[in-house]
C-alpha cells in the first residue's frame, strides 16, 4: 500500500508515520508533504498512491483546494482538530477523518475500512467528496477564535467558547463561558458577519448571544421574548420584536 502523507506539523508528520509503520509495516510513505502547492504539484508529476492522509489546515492554506486544483483519485483519510459534528459529511464511501492527536485504535479502524472498500474493488466517490469539501469549506469560512490583547499580552478564546457579546458605550465586549468579559476593537456590526449564524444570533441592536448559552426563553410584553442567558447576563437580554420569528426558527433547527 502506497501512502501520501500531507500535514505541515513536523512532530505530527513524524507521529503519524511511526504509527502507520507500527500498524502497518508493508506499507509505503511515498512522500511527506506540508503545503497545498507542494501537494497540487506532486499529483501533476506522480501517479496516484492507494492512500492519502491529509490535514485540513496546511501551512499556506486549507487542504481543500487542492482538490480544486488538481484531479485527484485516491482514498482520502482527512486529519483535523474540527469537532466531530462538523465531519459527518466526511463519512461517505471511502472517505474517512482522524481527530487530534491521532488514536492507534482509530488509525486502524480507518485502515481496516480502507482494506475493506479496497478488496471490494469500490470506486472512489469524487463527487460525494467535493459535495463534503464543499459544506466544510463553507463552515470553515467563519471565524474561528477572536485574538484579545490583555495589557502587555495576547490571549485567543474560540468562537466555540463565546457565550454572547454585547456593546455598551460605543465599545464591544466579549462575555465566554467562565463568564470572563473581554474587549474587542469589532463592532457588533463586523463580527455579526464573520460569525457562525448557525451558532449565533443577533436578538437585538446591542446582544449577540450564543445558541449554548440560552438557557430558557420567556414570553416578554410587546410580543417580545426575554432570554435566561449563562452566564448570566447583566443586562436583559430582549429579543426585539421584529426579531423574534427568526429568532424561534434559529432556536429551533
Excluded: C
Excluded at 464543499?134 to 484579545?148: D, V, Y
Excluded at 438557557?215 to 437580554?237: D, G, V
Excluded at 420584536?241 to 429551533?252: D, I, L, M, Q
Amino acid at each position: 500500500m502506497n501512502i501520501l502523507l500531507i500535514e505541515d506539523e513536523y512532530h505530527a508528520q513524524e507521529y503519524l508515520a511511526g504509527l502507520l509503520k507500527k500498524i502497518a509495516p508493508t506499507s509505503e510513505i511515498l512522500a511527506k508533504i506540508d503545503s497545498v502547492e507542494d501537494a497540487v504539484d506532486w499529483f501533476k508529476n506522480n501517479p496516484d498512491p492507494d492512500l492519502i492522509f491529509m490535514d485540513i489546515q496546511l501551512a499556506d492554506g486549507l487542504s481543500f483546494s487542492i482538490f480544486e486544483k488538481v484531479k485527484v483519485n485516491a482514498p482520502t483519510i482527512f486529519i483535523t482538530a474540527f469537532d466531530k459534528y462538523t465531519l459527518q459529511a466526511f463519512k461517505v464511501n471511502s472517505i474517512d477523518y482522524l481527530l487530534k492527536p491521532v488514536d492507534t485504535e482509530e488509525l486502524q479502524n480507518a485502515l481496516t475500512k480502507y482494506q475493506e472498500i479496497h478488496s471490494n474493488k469500490s470506486s472512489f466517490d469524487t463527487d460525494s467528496l467535493q459535495r463534503a469539501l464543499s459544506q466544510i469549506s463553507q463552515k470553515n469560512n467563519f471565524r474561528q477564535r477572536f485574538l484579545i490583547k490583555q495589557g502587555k499580552d495576547f490571549i485567543y478564546v474560540p468562537t466555540e467558547n463565546i457565550a454572547y457579546l454585547y456593546s455598551e458605550d460605543s465599545l464591544t465586549f466579549l462575555v465566554d463561558a467562565q463568564n470572563k468579559r473581554h474587549l474587542l476593537e469589532s463592532s457588533l456590526d463586523q463580527i455579526e458577519k464573520e460569525i457562525d449564524p448557525d451558532q449565533f444570533f443577533r436578538i437585538n441592536r446591542k446582544q449577540i448571544v450564543h445558541i449554548q448559552s440560552v438557557q430558557k426563553i420567556f414570553s416578554f410584553f410587546n410580543n417580545r421574548l426575554k432570554l435566561n442567558l449563562k452566564p448570566e447576563s447583566k443586562t436583559e437580554a430582549i429579543v426585539s420584536r421584529e426579531r423574534v420569528r427568526s429568532f424561534k426558527e434559529w432556536a429551533g433547527r
